[in-house]
């Protein structure tokens, strides 16, 4: 029952999921793009029933259009791996001194990952928080006025060999059919 469950999880989730589309603005210039390979042998997974779930996020925050701040997790049975790009708008907050942050009125944020922006506007801090447990916490604050600010989460859930999985479930289900046909047959009465 807990397979059957979290298989169920596991598709839902992943028909939720939508994909990113990489826009054209000049953010990334001179990133590497890995191919599919690569990338598949970096996602994370773990296992639930004896059956590989791999799973990995790319949260980006978006500031006017332009990306601010984006976190790529992977999950994995070995624990959570994190990596942070921080854009061109504002500056990383581990740049920041404890006296700057709270100058800022932002104490609190020393261990965050993320990006604070400062200009005429006002104020605003972009944190991705991954905690020791692989939570997300999204953090913002904003005390600037006319900024716009968005977030996409992009997850990638890969269920290997789970049309072989579909196959016994189906025929679990012909079983129970054919069960619950046969006790129709043996225990009515006849021409009744």
Same mark, same amino acid.
């Given at each position: 029952?807990?397979?059957?469950?979290?298989?169920?999880?596991?598709? !839902?989730?992943?028909?939720?999921?939508?994909?990113?589309? +990489?826009?054209?603005? +000049?953010?990334?210039?001179?990133? =590497?793009?890995?191919?599919?390979?690569?990338? !598949?042998?970096?996602?994370? *997974?773990?296992?639930?029933?004896?059956?590989?779930?791999?799973?990995?996020?790319?949260?980006?925050?978006?500031?006017?259009?332009?990306?601010?701040?984006?976190?790529?997790?992977?999950?994995?049975? #070995? *624990?959570?791996?994190?990596?942070?790009?921080? &854009?061109? @708008?504002?500056?990383?907050?581990?740049?920041?001194?404890?006296?700057?942050?709270? +100058?800022?009125?932002?104490?609190?944020?020393? +261990? *965050?990952?993320?990006?604070?922006?400062?200009?005429?506007?006002?104020?605003? !801090?972009?944190?991705?928080?991954?905690? =020791?447990?692989?939570?997300?916490?999204? @953090?913002?604050?904003?005390?600037?006025?006319?900024?716009? $600010?968005?977030?996409?989460?992009? #997850?990638?859930?890969?269920?290997?060999?789970?049309?072989?999985?579909?196959?016994?479930? $189906?025929?679990?289900?012909?079983? @129970?059919? @054919?069960?619950?046909?046969?006790?129709?047959?043996?225990?009515?009465?006849? &021409?009744?």
């Amino acid at each position: 029952m807990k397979l059957r469950s979290a298989l169920l999880s596991a598709i !839902a989730f992943a028909t939720l999921s939508g994909q990113a589309w +990489a826009n054209d603005s +000049a953010w990334g210039d001179g990133v =590497e793009v890995m191919a599919d390979e690569d990338m !598949a042998s970096h996602r994370g *997974g773990f296992e639930i029933g004896g059956l590989q779930i791999n799973f990995g996020a790319v949260v980006t925050t978006y500031v006017n259009g332009v990306p601010a701040l984006t976190t790529n997790l992977t999950w994995t049975d #070995v *624990g959570t791996f994190v990596e942070q790009t921080v &854009g061109d @708008i504002g500056q990383n907050i581990g740049s920041l001194t404890p006296e700057q942050l709270e +100058a800022l009125g932002l104490s609190g944020l020393e +261990a *965050g990952g993320g990006v604070v922006i400062q200009d005429a506007d006002g104020v605003t !801090a972009l944190v991705h928080n991954v905690t =020791e447990g692989g939570t997300l916490q999204n @953090i913002i604050i904003n005390s600037a006025t006319g900024r716009d $600010l968005s977030q996409e989460i992009d #997850v990638t859930l890969e269920l290997p060999g789970f049309e072989l999985v579909q196959q016994q479930l $189906l025929l679990e289900r012909f079983g @129970i059919q @054919i069960s619950d046909d046969m006790r129709g047959v043996i225990f009515s009465s006849p &021409g009744g």
